[in-house]
């Protein structure tokens, strides 16, 4: 995965997007929730990175602000060497051809009033100035690519399965030939089969387009399918990210261990020896994080510390970079190993 | 999926909306009733008055109160006017009322609505505006309207246009809000819809955004609030004419007609019943075209 020299080609800094909370006859502004909260990482050209969590965590919220489908309360995206959240409404207009977004629901992100012809045209109605003809022909081609048939373009989305829907979305996220596409869990509406089906187009995509994707997803299985790097979020911070295979093989941070411990076996003699660890609590309040580490008031291993002052994200091993006190010391000292056999302890089989 | 005339399908071009449309319109019966009767109305107030050239304003004193002959298929009123040349010149202006109102009300409405929904900045100030029009007491505002421009309209544009003017005016800047608040209802919640987003992703500018995302999707309440609009206006300028605020005395018009014969409805109710049939076949036509037009413009109805 890193055998190339990479260029990045979106870099986030320290994004924050928080939603104002107002009470009040005179709507005053008594908080904010941090949907996002000061989460920074880096996407190389061609590569995939998955972004998981659980619901609520601040996943698509965080793919719209990297687009800057909402204003962003702070923070810095560059995009192909361009802030997107400095830009101008001219500028930004010019460069949304470069970022696209395939979204959750495809029923919900179809105009229902409009054919499939003119959804998967309006991209090249806005930035092109193609003759009718030459339009038709860009759609057809299109469709052709995303495998619907070329006769259901005067057909309108709600005649459609669920994954011809997302193709069609697909279809229009790819008109403007971009670099970068947000998926924003593009499969959790889908069937299983149909699941298969439609990453294996993105899959396909990618390498006949050489696009670069931000996968966002709650389907573990499914990251480590198509992700080659993985980032963690939980209450609106990225607490782990790492190459693809390492998290998988050794989660370094205790959020992502207990998430990794969640994710069912096929094999059922490993199923038999899989390790649950079962965190109790509920996620807090992203109006009212933790004072400290957003994730102690859950950690199965959490320290005095933890309680006290807030992590930082650092690159902990080369590659993997780690939002925990457990590895503030130094990189490379025993205390993984050692936190390891501790964490085994403190596990709860599954079905006791 | 192939398998059916693969090539002739292949080729085909996406075909103007409109098609589809009118295919669907025409399987929803009451709306081609509707149409057909709105359309006969029509020829009846426009070629009407060429086939019985008799003038609505002929006072006939020696044969008032008339019941229906062959010299006046009507009958006469109580000044010996001919009822059928003044229904057929009363609806010209009742319908024209009626529809150029509407129009002005639901575009009024719309626009207000649509900019209240849409953009945030603007709600505040738009929906207040609102707020302040429902509250106002309108038939004195009418009566005032009414009292203050009459003069100077009638004199630059000549005393039938100018009234007509002022009351389409006056009609239409009275009730457009209702239509205002159910279109800004519609479009804050279609604005949070995935759709909307998307079209953000692509860089669709706020213009277009409206134009091809969100006024599409808020042509049902919209319609519906048309044809009603029709109704109320036709009403709403009879009340006028009745409080002998609207268009001149001896100018007919279906309201003036039946506030006219209300006076003598028990000697004589055919008088009552004429105009009043009119205005409700006209204003049921068009609710039925209305309705007929709402289901055929939504995609997901089409075709059921």
Not at chain 1, 46 to 67: D, H, M, P, Q, Y
Not at chain 1, 249 to 260: F, I, N, R, S, V
Not at chain 2, 177 to 196: C, D, S, Y
Not at chain 2, 213 to 241: F, K, Q, R, W
Request: with cysteine; proline share 7%; aromatic share 8%.
């Amino acid at each position: 995965m890193f055998d190339a020299v990479q260029k990045p080609l979106v870099e986030v800094a320290g994004l924050k997007m928080y939603f104002p909370i107002t009470a009040g006859v005179f709507r005053r502004q008594v908080g904010n929730v941090k949907a996002v909260d000061n989460v920074s990482f880096t996407i190389f050209e061609g590569e995939t990175l998955g972004l998981v969590g659980e619901s609520g965590c601040g996943k698509s919220t965080c793919g719209r602000a990297i687009l800057r489908l909402y204003e962003p309360t702070a923070g810095a995206v560059r995009i192909d060497g361009t802030d997107v959240i400095a830009a101008s409404s001219d500028t930004l207009r010019q460069m949304r051809p470069k970022m696209q977004m395939v979204f959750q629901d495809p029923q919900a992100s179809l105009n229902p009033r409009m054919t499939v012809a003119a959804i998967i045209g309006e991209p090249l109605d806005e930035h092109t100035k193609l003759s009718k003809a030459e339009k038709l022909a860009k759609i057809y081609a299109l469709m052709d690519q995303v495998g619907l048939n070329r006769d259901f373009a005067n057909r309108y989305p709600h005649e459609f399965s669920g994954g011809q829907r997302q193709r069609i979305g697909i279809a229009r996220a790819l008109a403007l030939n971009p670099k970068f596409i947000v998926c924003d869990e593009p499969i959790a509406a889908l069937d299983v089969s149909i699941q298969a089906q439609v990453v294996n187009l993105l899959e396909e995509l990618q390498d006949s387009l050489g696009l670069t994707y931000l996968f966002i997803s709650h389907d573990l299985s499914m990251v480590r399918h198509i992700a080659d790097r993985v980032a963690v979020m939980y209450l609106g911070q990225i607490v782990e990210l790492a190459p693809r295979d390492a998290i998988y093989a050794e989660p370094l941070h205790p959020y992502t261990q207990a998430l990794l411990s969640a994710v069912p076996e096929p094999d059922p003699e490993a199923e038999k020896s899989r390790r649950r660890i079962v965190l109790t609590g509920d996620v807090p309040s992203p109006a009212n994080p933790p004072k400290g580490c957003n994730f102690c008031t859950r950690c199965p291993k959490a320290m005095a510390i933890c309680h006290e002052t807030e992590p930082q994200f650092r690159e902990i091993l080369p590659g993997r970079f780690v939002s925990c006190h457990l590895y503030e010391q130094t990189a490379g000292e025993a205390a993984a190993p050692g936190a390891r056999s501790e964490h085994t302890e403190k596990t709860i089989q599954q079905g006791e | 999926m192939t398998d059916t005339t693969p090539a002739t399908a292949k080729i085909r071009p996406p075909r103007s909306q409109w098609w589809d449309v009118w295919d669907q319109f025409k399987t929803h019966k009451g709306a081609l009733v509707g149409l057909s009767i709105f359309v006969l109305i029509l020829l009846a107030i426009t070629i009407g008055p060429f086939l019985w050239d008799m003038a609505p304003t002929y006072v006939d004193l020696r044969a008032r109160n008339k019941g229906f002959s062959a010299a006046h298929p009507l009958g006469t009123d109580q000044l010996g006017r001919d009822v059928l040349a003044r229904m057929m010149a009363g609806g010209k202006v009742s319908i024209s009322v009626g529809l150029t109102a509407m129009m002005l009300s639901i575009m009024l409405g719309t626009t207000i609505g649509v900019l209240a929904g849409y953009f945030r900045r603007l709600e505040g100030p738009l929906m207040r505006l609102t707020d302040l029009f429902l509250a106002l007491p309108l038939l004195p505002l009418l009566l005032l309207m009414v009292t203050l421009f009459r003069e100077p309209l009638s004199k630059s544009f000549g005393p039938e246009r100018g009234i007509f003017l002022l009351i389409v005016f006056a009609i239409g800047a009275t009730s457009w809000m209702q239509t205002a608040r159910i279109v800004r209802g519609e479009v804050l919640g279609l604005k949070e819809r995935e759709f909307v987003l998307a079209a953000r992703s692509i860089g669709t500018p706020a213009r277009r955004m409206i134009l091809r995302h969100v006024l599409p999707n808020v042509l049902s309440p919209i319609m519906v609030s048309a044809t009603l609009g029709i109704a109320s206006a036709i009403i709403t300028e009879s009340a006028l004419s009745f409080l002998g605020l609207g268009f001149p005395p001896d100018f007919p018009t279906w309201g003036r007609l039946l506030y006219d014969a209300v006076d003598q409805m028990q000697l004589y109710p055919w008088r009552v019943i004429l105009p009043g049939v009119a205005i409700s076949l006209t204003v049921l036509s068009v609710n039925y075209i209305g309705d007929g037009l709402r289901d055929a413009l939504d995609p997901r109805i089409r075709g059921r």
